[in-house]
């Protein structure tokens, strides 16, 4: 029903800036929360943030480093990533959902689908 596929990733080194780009197709864009997550090797899935309407929420462990933005005209959604760490290495992926509830969004359960992922290497 809906495609996301993710753009912008690669290697960078620390402190470096990176913006990943998710493009959406096969359902109307507008309607969808949109989310970021990241998942390391051995590690779970972890969220990262979230834009509803003009409404954003961002985990600590990005907060004022990431920036995420949409722009429906263009169905994409995106996640400007400033002040990088080697510890953000990981495979990016973005998600869309329609759970009512803003707290939902704060989690994988909130979202219903997912791009391929777009790996980030962040070098030290």
């Known amino acids: 029903q809906v495609q996301l596929v993710e753009s912008g990733g690669g290697l960078v080194q620390a402190g470096g800036s990176l913006r990943l780009s998710c493009a959406a197709s096969?359902?109307?864009?507008?309607?969808?929360?949109m989310g970021w997550f990241r998942q390391a090797p051995g590690k779970e899935r972890e969220f990262l943030a979230t834009i509803r309407r003009s409404n954003t929420y961002y985990a600590d462990s990005v907060k004022g480093r990431f920036t995420i933005s949409r722009d429906n005209a263009k169905n994409l959604v995106y996640l400007q990533m400033n002040s990088l760490k080697p510890e953000d290495t990981a495979v990016y992926y973005c998600?869309?959902?329609?759970?009512?509830?803003?707290?939902?969004?704060?989690?994988?359960?909130?979202?219903?689908?997912w791009g391929q992922g777009t790996q980030v290497t962040v070098s030290s």
């Open positions: 096969g359902g109307t864009f507008s309607t969808y929360a």
């Open positions: 998600a869309a959902g329609t759970a009512y509830y803003s707290l939902s969004l704060y989690s994988q359960d909130g979202y219903d689908y």
